[in-house]
């Protein structure tokens, strides 16, 4: 395993001297020259296929990525997270999300505790409570059964459970509507609360560690909003906690019986499979929680044991790794092509650039090369009618993830199609692009004279050769995302590794958790203003002035 500088190993100055010649090639080329391309550049795993074949790389490119992996230990460090070694350095912890998601008769010991049997214990938790909301048994104080769940956490306590909850929303139970309260602004509380009946609502107060700032302020406005309706001996048919905090749900006034645990070896983007999870448990019932783990688990099994040559994480993070280093890609773009993945897009932002925006690796020295691209994205076909203009023409490469259901969970089979042909029509013209050639063609059958055909021939011209990937699931059942997710965290895992970051801390995020106390206290007039600089100063004296 080298801990060598990026650019010192020997798989990476063997890429870089194949770099200029790979820089030229143009991807029509590439298919011209190989009408095996697609069936070579493809596959299966976990019942998703992956087609990277609308990349600018070939077989030698390929080898070179998987020679780095190796040379970097990936193999070896991909085995130290399954089994629980601390790979977490900043912070001593084993990484362990993947026995979240194991089934019960694995085994897996860590610091002597059968983490596994643990997991299975919280589950069994989850199942039983989730199965009584569901039912109607459980009720709320006036004896009426809960109708809306309001899950209120934030960064990795929010995005999972919601983009999971958004995305299976076809399996949704019909009683139940599910609410996200994340920011501290008020107007997000004041808003998920406007129409509810607090005898009929349930909120979820997670937390990892119980102590963030904006879930603190936000739980503590739901039980005021509840209590002023109810009794307080109320608040434990109607205020249930996860966290890895038990002393400090204790002090929130939560029913110990109300708690579901989870452990420190959980990151916090990481923990949608954990008891963080409930909202998707109490929305598609256990059943269907226990697929989405299933198809995790699959994909855990694939990137565990497959060669690297047909690992599909390892090979969709190589790829995205030669693109940001090779080519420059400085931001990647998720298109998913299904309106119910409409926040997966803000989930990978997250499970992502919290990961490995990094800049010194493991041991603490510089990095030597970039690291995490920007993520962003929306739903196709929106954002052809946006964004997809600098894609197509702009000044930077921005390489894409498309992802698509060959099936939908509607009956009107004419947006489907339409759909589709969109997704795979937009892979193929940032392949191809538009010669200047082909532009002249076009413009002079519609009639237009020779002038103003090159006139217009720089502006209709699409450079093209623009990486993708696509990535498809048959129908987007809880198991087929359950396996996306995973995918994508291992190959959030596989860059890490090639950076040699840990892909498992986030300090900067636990900066801004920080930051704003003293000046909230010097808004709220209990502590004297301090001395800033002077645009600080004259925005917190505007906001004391407007109160
Ligand atoms: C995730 C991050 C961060 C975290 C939130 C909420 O990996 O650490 O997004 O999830 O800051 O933290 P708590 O769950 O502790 O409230």
Known sequence: MSHAALTSTTAFKALAQHAPDAQRWSMRDLF???????????????????????????????????????????????????????????????????????????????????????????????????????????????????TDVVNIGIGGSDLGPKMVCLALRQYAH???????VSNVDGHDIDANLQDLDPATTLFIVASKTFTTAETMMNAQTARA?????APEDALARHFVAVSTNTEAIRAFGIDPANMFPFWDWVGGRYSVWSAIGLPVALAVGFGYFADFLAGAHEMDQHFRSAPLEENMPALLAL??????????????????????????????????????????????????????????????????????????????????????????AHEYENHHAALLANC?????????????????????????????????????????????????????TPHALGALVALYEHRTFVQGVLWNVNSFDQWGVELGKVLARKIESELTGQAQPDLHDSSTNGLIARAKAAV
């Open 32 to 146: 011209a020259e190989d009408p095996q391309r697609f069936e070579r550049m493809s596959l299966e795993a976990a019942g998703l296929f992956l087609d990277y074949s609308k990349n600018r790389v070939d077989g030698r490119t390929l080898e070179l990525l998987v020679s780095l992996a190796r040379e970097r230990g990936l193999e070896q460090q991909r085995e130290a997270m399954f089994t629980g070694a601390k790979i977490n350095n900043t912070e001593g912890r084993a990484v362990l999300h993947t026995a979240l998601r194991a089934p019960r008769d694995a085994s897996l010991a860590v610091d002597g505790q059968d983490v596994i049997a643990d997991v299975h214990a919280v589950l069994d938790r989850v199942r039983g409570f989730t199965d009584a909301v569901r039912s109607g048994s459980w009720l709320g104080h006036t004896g009426k059964p809960i």
């Open 319 to 408: 790829i995205g790794f030669w693109n940001r280093q090779f080519l420059g890609a400085g931001s990647v773009s998720i298109a998913p092509y299904h309106q119910d993945l409409n926040r997966f897009p803000a989930y990978l932002q997250q499970l992502d650039m919290e990961s490995n925006g990094k800049r010194v690796t493991r041991d603490g020295q510089p990095v030597d090369t970039p690291t995490c691209p920007v993520i962003w994205g929306d739903c196709g076909t929106n954002g052809q009618h946006a964004y997809f203009q600098l894609l197509h023409q702009g000044t930077d490469l921005t390489p894409i993830d498309f992802i698509a259901a060959l099936r939908p």
């Open 174 to 180: 019909p009683r139940l509507r599910m609410h996200f």
């Open 225 to 229: 909003w509840f209590l002023r309706s």
């Open 424 to 476: 795979f029509a937009q892979s193929e013209a940032f392949m191809k692009g538009k010669t200047p050639d082909e532009v002249r063609a076009d413009l002079a059958q519609q009639g237009l004279d020779a002038a103003e055909v090159e006139r217009l021939v720089p502006h209709k011209t699409f450079p093209g050769n623009i990486p993708s990937n696509t990535i498809l699931v048959e129908y987007l």
